[in-house]
């Protein structure tokens, strides 16, 4: 090869070692993913290598936060029917199959991301280098998505690293870091960044034996054994998710199952199992779910939150858990209480979630020196950001906010964590009422998502914006939402859980409302549900939503509170708890449910979404969706409660309760 062609995306250059260095940097993007023009110029790059003479080819990506992101999201609309899905799954696969029986040495070099297609590329290449670096991330997320790898992802990943460590990655779409990747064999090398090119050198040059998984693992897939192994994934899957909203990790196990991972046979499997799944109402939810996420991510913009400094008042499990996490995404944050014993705990439970996140010891400590108990308030005039975390007291936060506004630089943004007061309420006393938003996160803060950023009509644009700036350099997904009752979250869930209320005053067992939610797809039980939040929380936020026939059951939610049974963290509730499990009831051998309890449940749910549709609690009918998914947990394959229901009503189909069928016109007010 004398000239190297050029084409839009690739750039390729030979070194004076004779290797190849094939340069991804998608023109139209600032992520590299893969689509088919993509895919057509690399097709065309290996067709032009025959006879070139190399001693090695290596391929990275141009762009700096990461290598490749995987198929390109607008990819799905171009496949109209199963039967083009498996077309274009088995041309993936056969360019994938070219460049891994390339004759010489294929490095995939792996910085940043490399997920779904960019993973199953790279497992076509003979070796795999990644960066041992913070934002180094592998996996294969496509059963987030309804589906699974399809272009040989679930075939050879198994053969490089054995079936139990492949399938835990691909059934459950998590990501890993370089080191872990190494631990699995996924990689052959996690370097720091500086190192990559000498690693790339030293594995051309020596051509060390290709990666195999142990030999107890090999037999794992044997046609002996696989039926013992498939039982045992199917047993474990079955504990997860259910099979008729999430086919996808089934449809994997099965095709393992039935072709294994080794014959070309299982690449047509995955192909044509992959056409099964690509057209179903799962898969398409999923997508949408995908979509509404990445919407809510590019709502700051192009604008990036630059202050350093935040301070938290109020150290209960909510405001020390905001003050940790802004601590672990780098922030140097004071926390006040009115004591260093009141502060003492959070201290304890971010050395814990350090230790788990971090895992470095240096990382750790560094993260424990940006968390500084502050019960004299040292850190008000210097915070960036000032979030209030106390109980819902509206004359103390009021008295709060006239003095942190005092104290505060002008810049800094103010902001109360408040579940259920207006902000107009709280702001009332102070001399910049507007300056006041909410940043609303949710319990348990380090495992949900979904940031409400709470607006009134008055509030600055730029102001919002800071602070949808910040929740996103917080990692997190910031909803715009209108100062009103409960917002968007809290309204919509307090009807939910205030008709599982209603359910039991009713006589209808605890276990079986639970059973029913879970049934249809909710991630837990409102009963649970209601004991995981704190019975004291349920009662202050309904206290604000509840109408008429809720006033018993906000009776009975005093009793418990008045007695100390807030639920899991009193280990007493409306279920008891030992070591942090639920202790149910069994339900009564005669006992069987009505056929309308998850309706009354979910249309519940439903019908308040509506409503804060048509009050413009937020946007559009988009965001209702995306902020009841991320914020309550919403079944993620029905694609949000608005989009549900008008499938609902463009397909004069039954309400979706597991077994339980409806007509829809008694399950809608």
Not at 23 to 33: G, P
Not at 77 to 95: E, F, I, P, T, W
Not at 222 to 229: A, D, N, T
Request: proline letters at 5%.
């Amino acid at each position: 090869m004398t000239q190297l062609p050029s084409y839009k995306h690739w750039h390729l250059r030979h070194d004076a070692q004779g290797i190849l260095w094939l340069t991804l940097d998608r023109a139209d993007s600032q992520t590299n993913s893969l689509n088919h023009v993509v895919m057509e110029e690399l097709n065309e790059i290996l067709d032009g290598l025959s006879g070139a003479s190399l001693t090695g080819m290596v391929i990275h990506s141009a762009k700096k936060n990461g290598f490749i992101a995987g198929m390109d999201i607008q990819e799905f609309s171009r496949v109209k029917d199963s039967n083009q899905a498996v077309d274009l799954a088995r041309v993936a696969q056969k360019l994938l199959d070219k460049l891994a029986n390339q004759p010489m040495p294929t490095i995939a070099l792996i910085h940043g991301f490399c997920l779904g297609g960019g993973l199953e590329l790279a497992l076509a290449c003979d070796y795999r280098i990644a960066a041992d670096e913070e934002n180094t991330r592998l996996g294969l997320p496509e059963v987030m998505l309804g589906i699974h790898p399809g272009w040989g992802g679930t075939v050879r990943l198994p053969r490089l690293i054995g079936v139990t460590a492949a399938m835990d990655l691909m059934l459950t779409g998590r990501s890993v870091s370089a080191k872990t990747a190494k631990k699995l064999g996924l990689v052959d090398a996690a370097v720091p960044e500086r190192q990559l090119n000498n690693a790339v050198h030293y594995f051309i040059k020596n051509k060390p034996a290709l990666k195999k998984p142990a030999y107890w693992q090999q037999c794992l897939a044997s046609v002996f054994l696989r039926p013992l192994v498939g039982g045992i994934l199917r047993k474990k899957l079955k504990t997860k998710v259910d099979s008729e909203q999430y086919p996808a990790p089934y449809a994997m196990v099965e095709a393992w199952l039935e072709h294994g991972a080794k014959e070309e046979k299982a690449f047509v499997a995955e192909a044509h199992s992959i056409g099964k799944l690509w057209g179903t109402e799962t898969a398409k939810n999923l997508v949408r779910v995908y979509k509404l996420q990445e919407r809510l991510k590019k709502l700051s913009g192009k604008q990036h939150f630059l202050g350093k400094r935040v301070h938290v008042v109020g150290a209960g499990i909510m405001g020390g858990d905001i003050a940790i996490w802004c601590a672990l995404k780098g922030f140097h944050v004071t926390l006040q209480d009115r004591s260093i014993q009141q502060i003492a705990p959070v201290m304890k439970r971010a050395y814990d979630l350090f230790s788990k996140k971090l895992k470095d010891p240096l990382a750790i400590r560094n993260a424990m020196d940006r968390l500084r108990p502050d019960p004299n308030g040292e850190g008000i005039p210097l915070a960036d950001v000032l979030i209030e975390a106390i109980f819902e007291d509206l004359s103390a936060k009021q008295s709060l906010f006239v003095a942190l506004e005092e104290q505060a630089k002008p810049s800094a943004i103010l902001a109360t964590n408040t579940s259920s007061l207006l902000l107009e309420q709280i702001s009332q006393k102070m001399q910049q009422p507007d300056r006041l938003i909410g940043i609303h996160f949710f319990n348990p803060v380090a495992q949900l998502p979904l940031v409400e950023v709470v607006h009134t009509e008055r509030t600055p644009a730029e102001i919002a914006q800071q602070g949808i700036a910040f929740v996103h350099q917080l990692g997190k997904l910031p909803l715009p939402v209108k100062s009103s009752p409960g917002f968007l979250v809290n309204r919509v869930l307090s009807a939910y859980l205030l008709e599982a209320g209603s359910l039991a005053k009713e006589g209808v067992p605890l276990a079986a409302i639970d059973q029913a939610a879970i049934k249809f797809g909710m991630p837990l039980g409102p009963i649970e549900l209601m004991d995981i939040i704190g019975i004291d929380i349920v009662l202050a936020a309904a206290k604000h939503l509840t109408r008429g026939n809720s006033i018993e059951l906000l009776a009975e939610l005093q009793n418990m509170v008045d007695v100390k049974h807030l639920g899991k963290k009193t280990g007493k509730g409306f279920y008891s708890y030992k070591n942090g499990c639920a202790q149910k009831p069994a339900l009564p051998k005669n006992y069987y449910p009505s056929r309308d309890l998850a309706s009354r449940l979910i249309m519940r749910l439903v019908n308040e979404a509506m409503a804060c549709l048509r009050e413009k609690i937020v946007e559009d009918k988009d965001l209702v969706d995306a902020g009841v998914i991320f914020g309550t947990g919403f079944a993620p394959f029905l694609g949000g409660p608005i989009h549900y229901l008008e499938h609902l009503e463009a397909s004069h189909e039954t309400f979706h309760s597991g077994s339980m069928e409806l007509p829809l016109s008694d399950v809608i007010e």
